[in-house]
T-cell receptor, first 117, second 110 residues
Framework: EPEVTQTPSHQVTQMGQEVILRCVPI?????FYWYRQILGQKVEFLVS????????KSEIFDDQFSVERPDGSNFTLKIRSTKLEDSAMYFC???????????????FGSGTQLSVL | GQQLNQSPQSMFIQEGEDVSMNCTSS?????WLWYKQDPGEGPVLLIA?????ELTSNGRLTAQFGITRKDSFLNISASIPSDVGIYFC??????????FGSGTRLLVRP
């Protein structure tokens, strides 16, 4: 079964450093997402991306965050200057579309555990 | 913002027992989803519900979309050790993003 691939699986960084989390969505998918999960808490929406632009972003997704689809296969999340509270598991997800008749669904990657020290 | 309450927070049961968990929302939604998350993995969709009153099964899992469209439950029958994990309900809002519940952590005693 096709899957969403995320790298690295773990990232440790110093506060104030920039990090880039990478994702390779499923090849024919059109909608891309980043979610995050702080340890012991629920999964929270960060941003959605379609047709090479942000469709929607949450209040968590401030000016320190950016997303990019630099080529036809990668989808990245950049945090410009990491803070301690950015420590979380970051999940990439993708889907073809949400037309119910086709029973499409959102596929999640295994996540990148980001630890900011 | 939307209020989505999931209960119970955790359950520790004996293998073979049935399990039930539920979610309620403060608003009406058209899509309820149930996900399972294994340790170190991303959420995996178990069941999707699209119609009020809909009852859907996936093996030993059964989920229902409440008539009021503000609640849903997930039942697991005859639990086995590999059912261990965190179960999340989720709603899909009008912009197709998911709003997750706080999760139910399930532990199964062999």
């Amino acid at each position: 079964e096709p899957e969403v691939t995320q790298t690295p699986s773990h990232q440790v960084t110093q506060m104030g450093q920039e990090v880039i989390l990478r994702c390779v969505p499923i090849s024919n998918h059109l909608y891309f997402y980043w979610y995050r999960q702080i340890l012991g808490q629920k999964v929270e929406f960060l941003v959605s991306f379609y047709n090479n632009e942000i469709s929607e972003k949450s209040e968590i997704f401030d000016d320190q965050f950016s997303v990019e689809r630099p080529d036809g296969s990668n989808f990245t999340l950049k945090i410009r200057s990491t803070k301690l509270e950015d420590s979380a598991m970051y999940f990439c997800a993708s889907t073809v579309n949400f037309i119910r008749a086709t029973n499409e669904k959102l596929f999640f990657g295994s996540g990148t555990q980001l630890s900011v020290l | 913002g939307q209020q989505l309450n999931q209960s119970p927070q955790s359950m520790f049961i004996q293998e073979g027992e049935d399990v039930s968990m539920n979610c309620t929302s403060s608003s009406i939604f058209n899509t309820w989803l149930w996900y399972k998350q294994d340790p170190g993995e991303g959420p995996v969709l178990l069941i999707a519900l699209y119609k009020a009153g809909e009852l859907t099964s996936n093996g030993r899992l059964t989920a229902q979309f409440g008539i009021t469209r503000k609640d849903s439950f997930l039942n697991i029958s005859a639990s086995i050790p590999s059912d261990v994990g965190i179960y999340f309900c989720a709603l899909m809002d009008s912009s197709y993003k998911l709003i997750f519940g706080s999760g139910t952590r399930l532990l199964v005693r062999p």
